[in-house]
């Protein structure tokens, strides 16, 4: 981790960020989250790119040259938080690639925090026991908020209603989280499992689900997707969305895979117990709204990858396993049809 002396910026890749921001403060950090992604920063991050990287690069990459250009920003107190990850897919030269268009920009100095995929996201300096648990909680609770939002909305009797309760439902969770998470985040569930009963819904329409998977950065950003969800809703279906807390169980599920497979007992113990916890916290945190729910439970990460591999070999990795095995789950609950979405020229949406 970094010093207390900086604050940390993340990207505001989707609303999962927000209760990140709020689990690196509640370990007592200077944290900011930027604001959404928009025409300027896309137009930015264009500026200093080659134009054959990732649509996620061009508007991560504004976001933090915005704020780097206002005047309250100071280099020498700045890190820049930019998870990464193993293998082909370019997300793992993001943080490489940022680091050379920051120096081009004369932002030596701005930090650069790039946890890794690799190893479920461990490498967080003294605190990371306590801030994984904690950004767990955070992608968990959004995941579940977000379920309850596309479950709901197409349903509303009057137009914003649903966005209303999300949003007073996503500050709650990340004041729970900020105040140290656990049993407050659970309660935090509670509270919203009860503002989404009371929202006024009419269920007589019969509506579609259609599946939503693909590129994490691009499924869950709106602007980027250019808010699909919400078409889909208009043209009278709903969506589930492929959640956030899959990628995550996936790098768990890569370390114990290949840390068994070396023979690295230790890794492959702290691999298990990392599971076993998630599973855990995920539970708790879905017990309060589990009712609420058309589709309420993930598929378990093992699973997944066994509906993958006649088509794509998990071990391979990239999110395209993920991906794969999405689309077979989606088709198994009898959903209406499926969208993968994918930047241009992604290697792993392709080959999904």
């Not at 930027?34 to 300027?40: A, M, T, V």
């Not at 137009?43 to 054959?52: H, K, P, V």
């Not at 969506?239 to 990628?247: D, S």
């Amino acid at each position: 981790m970094t010093t207390t002396a900086k604050t940390i910026y993340l990207p505001y890749m989707c609303d999962h960020a927000l209760a990140l921001t709020a689990a690196l403060q509640g370990l007592g950090l200077e944290a900011e989250t930027l604001p959404p992604p928009d025409e300027e920063t896309l137009a930015m991050g264009r500026e200093l790119c080659l134009g054959r990287e990732c649509l996620p690069l061009f508007v991560a990459t504004g976001d933090i040259l915005r704020r780097a250009r206002q005047p309250d920003f100071d280099p020498a107190r700045a890190a820049y938080f930019m998870p990464t990850a193993a293998g082909p897919c370019r997300f793992g030269q993001y943080c490489t690639t940022q680091r050379m268009l920051l120096d081009e920009a004369g932002l030596h100095e701005v930090e650069i925090i790039s946890p890794s995929a690799a190893n479920g996201y461990e490498g967080l300096g003294d605190q990371s026991l306590r801030f994984r648990r904690l950004a767990w909680q955070s992608v968990v609770g959004v995941d579940l908020l977000l379920k309850l939002r596309y479950e709901y909305r197409p349903m509303e009797c009057q137009a914003g209603t649903t966005d209303q309760v999300y949003w007073a439902c996503i500050d709650r969770l990340t004041e729970a989280i900020r105040e140290g998470g656990g049993r407050r985040a659970v309660d935090a569930m509670a509270w919203a499992a009860e503002r989404f009963a009371a929202l006024d819904v009419d269920r007589s329409q019969e509506r579609p689900w259609i599946g939503l998977f693909g590129e994490i950065y691009l499924r869950a950003n709106t602007f980027t997707s250019q808010d699909l969800a919400r078409q889909v809703e208009q043209l009278g279906g709903r969506v589930w969305l492929a959640p956030m807390i899959e990628w995550l169980y996936f790098t768990v599920w890569w370390a114990r895979t290949h840390a068994r497979r070396d023979g690295r007992v230790r890794d492959w113990m702290r691999a298990v117990l990392n599971d076993r916890v998630q599973r855990y916290d995920e539970a708790r945190m879905l017990r309060p709204v589990r009712h609420l729910l058309t589709f309420a439970h993930e598929l378990p990460i093992d699973l997944l990858m066994d509906l993958a591999r006649p088509y794509y070999e998990p071990l391979l990795g990239t999110e395209a396993p993920c991906s794969v095995g999405k689309a077979v789950d989606f088709c198994q609950h009898g959903l209406s049809g499926v969208i993968n979405i994918l930047p241009f020229s992604c290697m792993p949406g392709l080959l999904v």
